[in-house]
Nanobody, 119 residues
């Protein structure tokens, strides 16, 4: 069983930055593709970013390209989401997820971390 724990969320002003972390335990991180999803108020959950097992392939949603970066450190069993230039529309609960492939996440989920961007 894989456990995922997100951290790093908080309240930030528009234009600010945050770095989310997803600490993974239970199994070897390198066995999984990883991703970040978010769910804003009254919105469906959407995939924000994803990274393949060794980091060679990356997906970023159009809404975050040029502002967000996903990375992973398999030695530290941690996945990161660096968020720059945050906007109020980025306000959401951010979830970390693991799966077998870049396009097949969702086997495991963290509890989520709240990101609130004030205007």
């Amino acid at each position: 069983q894989l456990q995922l724990v997100e951290s790093g969320g908080g309240l930030v002003q528009a234009g600010g930055s945050l770095r989310l972390s997803c600490a993974v335990s239970g199994r070897t991180l390198s066995s999984y593709a990883m991703g970040w999803f978010r769910q804003g108020p009254g919105k469906e959950r959407e995939r924000v970013a994803a990274i393949s097992r060794r980091g060679g392939s990356i997906y970023l949603a159009d809404s975050v390209k040029g502002r967000f970066t996903i990375s992973r450190d398999n030695a530290k069993n941690t996945v990161y989401l660096q968020m720059l230039g945050l906007q109020p529309e980025d306000t959401a609960v951010y979830y970390c997820s693991a799966g077998a492939l870049l396009g097949a996440l969702g086997d495991y989920w963290g509890q989520g971390t709240q990101v609130t961007v004030s205007s």
